[in-house]
């Protein structure tokens, strides 16, 4: 059947006979007691298993390829985890995976391979009875058709030669690609290899694809092909019968042919057609689903339509998993036929070596596009992993295994953030390495990933980014055992980035800033927004209301998302409440006449309270006197960490109102011995915050997101590292009563048209 034209081989036909003749209740209908059986040729050079011929199959879409024989195969979870519902055996309904009988039953080098599988308990008489007859009968009946194969040639030279043919001209595609090429160049050049693998096809042509996946869509990757859709969504995999065939063929791992309809429906027709793989018409439907564009339904439903296939390709360390997809569509050519996709799958395969040292992460087979923020702030919602702390140490552990391989290290937790990822410190021992210590996060795949490529994208070449550089990063599985006694996958992200100011004389600014004096403390913030002018000096104006942009769009237009909303709730504080403070969001929408057309936007690092600042006191100790000239110590150096929400096109005064909202009501205000200095500090602040708006937001007021972040910080909570269900308001009740205090002056002043100072509104020492 793999002969080019797809005509079925003699012996194919001979093994349909025996096996039909067998007694053996082979059959599709969904009664339990039947059977399916599918024979594979086994190649005697390179082993690979061709599909024979196969009865009693419900769902005849050709779900094989090279290296993935096994129906059974897992996704990610191990042996305990639900088998893969894309897999023959959920496909079948083959219920009990006992059920199933592999034949030769012994472990000789073989020459051919079935599956007989029963749709009903493996304890029935009518299965033992069969696995009988197919041993007594049926094996001597195959190995005499099937059994005699000269060493060394290939079963299908033909074939074989073909696939040698197209691995070569792809490595001669492979060869006009720059080793530092992007992936999309390096796409374009793939896909030239595999058209040239294809039938050569005037007056038709073939449209070939590459497709990453962003995690909720499928991206267009290469050199452009207008015939074809630029983005097809994936829909939650529900499994069902209108999966769309990327996602199907994503999770199966294997390739798919469809063919026309007027040809399947002649080949089904005819006494041939009862084993050709050939797709049913309900695959049309998968096969355009989530092409918005209609683009997929245009080429299927050509009156010239020769066929598609939809191959995945497979990341080479883990076969399980797929990392891009070939779609190849033909128009007006030859029908497509199983050896066509055989040869494309195996340069599919080939094409997972490529395209696997793109990957953003290693073991991380998503492609998140950056320029997509809806899609990253999506994945950014999904609830945290809910490991133990234990379980946290055990998955930091293999990360930082894998990435730091031959080398002794030792983990120390360090206070974990609020992005429910953890932190460990990693001391590396050893005489190879630098002993310099490194900060290791670790947390959902999606989470570590969007922060490595944040960091890739906006921090890495700035002098901000010197601070806390990523070193190594790294994806691997994890289970969780659940309630139920079960595992459950996940995929984890580690990343290692260097420790702020290598470790030593560095102080989080949640301690620094509490005993730093007023002169200290107004060096340090000069130094810190000199440090943030790399991002800030490109602000640009970008055409809207910031009021709409910070208050209106984040509150009032929303629901708040139901995790924050549990989170409010669990604190139990009242005064204020969530209705009390979006009460006074409501009065400053309606209130202020918000002539600004455009608001300044640049690259902000997006959560920058003192605890993602860090100072690092000068290593060099500065004589008091150098002759008779008294020397001034410089100022402390300032550093930033966590890149988890630095994004572009963010309101520039986001970062330093939300700073100043965190010294002055959680580091300070609840520290009684800053009191008398509180109101100088809020000045120094203030000042600051004008003279940074001056300069780069001048048509925009930070205020604006001064009481934007007042109203998020009213809520929120601090987890206990110790006892995960605890929530601890972020505010102390005394503190939360001043910053609703000045929330309350500062909406008022905005409505005014009054410049209030950051201090307004709050009666001290109170
Ligand atoms: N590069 C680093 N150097 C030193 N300490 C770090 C570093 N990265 C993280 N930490 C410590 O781990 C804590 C949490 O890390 P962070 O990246 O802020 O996580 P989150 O996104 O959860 O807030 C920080 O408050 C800090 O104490
Ligand atoms: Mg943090």
New binding site residues.
Partial sequence: MFHDGGRRTREAELVKRALAASGINFGTADEPGRFTVVVYRIDPVVGYQFVLTMLGVRDRTPMYGPEVYDDLRRRRGGPSSPPNPYGFQAREGIGDPKSVQHFPESDAPRTWSAWLSYRGDHKDQLFINAVNTFRNELVPVLDLLLGHQTPGVHLYPELWNRERRALVSLSKAMEACHPLSTVDELISQLKQGVRSALPSSSPGYFHVGVFLHSGSSWRLAGSADAALPERVDQPEPGRTPDDPILTVVQASTRPMLLLPQGLQERRTAGADGGDDVVSRPGWRQRFIAGDASGRLAHLVDHPQFSGAMVLPVLYPYDTSMTIALVVVIGVGTRTLSPSDLFVVNSLATEMGQQISPHLPIAGYPYWPDPANSDEWRRREEQPPLDFSGQEWKAVAERATARMLPETRWALDP????????R?Y?VDVQGRNHSRLP??L?V?SAEAIVS?VMRFERFVEDTSIGQ??RVRQRVVIRAHRSDAAGGVEPGLVGAVL?????G?DR?V?WTQWARTATVEEFTAALLRLCNRLDCWYDHARPLHGSVLKRVIHDEFLAKKVEPRRRKQWDATGLSSPSPTEVIDQLKRLNTGVRDVEASTMVSIIHG?LHA??V?SIEPSVRVPARVGDRPVVAPAPDVAL????LTDDGQFVMLDLAKLAADLLFHVWWQQDGRRDEWAALATILTDQLSAVAGLHANRCDWRFAYVHYLAKMLFYVDKEATKESEQVAHLCPEARQAAYASLDAHVTGLIDGQELPLSAGVVQGA
């Fill in positions: 360090l206070s974990p953030g609020k992005s429910g990822t932190v410190r490194m900060a996060k947390g922060e601070s806390s980035y260097t420790f702020v100011g470790g560095v989080q959560d605890g993602n860090f960490i966590d890149w988890g």
